[in-house]
C-alpha cells in the first residue's frame, strides 16, 4: 500500500488553546498583550500590534519570514509564561497577570 501524507507548515489551534495563552503579560519593564484574530496570534508590545503568528506546534508561534517568535508555557491553574525573541535573540520574558475573554 501506498501513502501520501502533506505536511503543513501550521497547525489549527483550537479555541481552548487560544483562551490559555490570550491575555496581558507581565515583562518586567513593560507589558505585552497576546491575543487572537482567526487562526493568527497578535502580540502588542508597548502599543504596537507586532504581527500575526502561526501555531507551529507545541505551544510555539512564529511570525512569516520567522523574525518573531513566541514560546509559551502552560502554567497550573490557567497561568501561562511567554518568551518572545526577535531574529532568535530573546526579546523578553513574562507571566500571563491578566486574562482576555477570546470571542468564539
Do not use: C, T
Not at 504581527?51 to 505551544?59: P, T, V
Not at 502552560?74 to 518568551?83: Q, R, S, T
Amino acid at each position: 500500500m501506498l501513502f501520501d501524507i502533506v505536511m503543513r507548515k501550521g497547525f489549527p489551534l483550537d479555541d481552548v488553546g487560544f483562551e490559555k495563552i490570550s491575555g496581558l503579560y507581565d515583562m518586567g519593564d513593560s507589558q505585552m498583550g497576546v491575543y487572537r484574530e482567526g487562526n493568527l496570534l497578535f502580540i502588542e508590545w508597548n502599543g504596537q500590534i507586532i504581527e500575526g503568528m502561526y501555531y507551529k506546534g507545541n505551544n510555539f508561534f512564529e511570525a512569516g519570514g520567522g523574525m518573531y517568535k513566541i514560546q509559551f508555557e502552560l502554567l497550573p491553574g490557567g497561568g501561562a509564561k511567554a518568551k518572545l525573541s526577535i531574529l532568535d535573540d530573546a526579546a523578553g520574558e513574562g507571566k500571563k497577570i491578566l486574562k482576555y475573554r477570546v470571542p468564539r
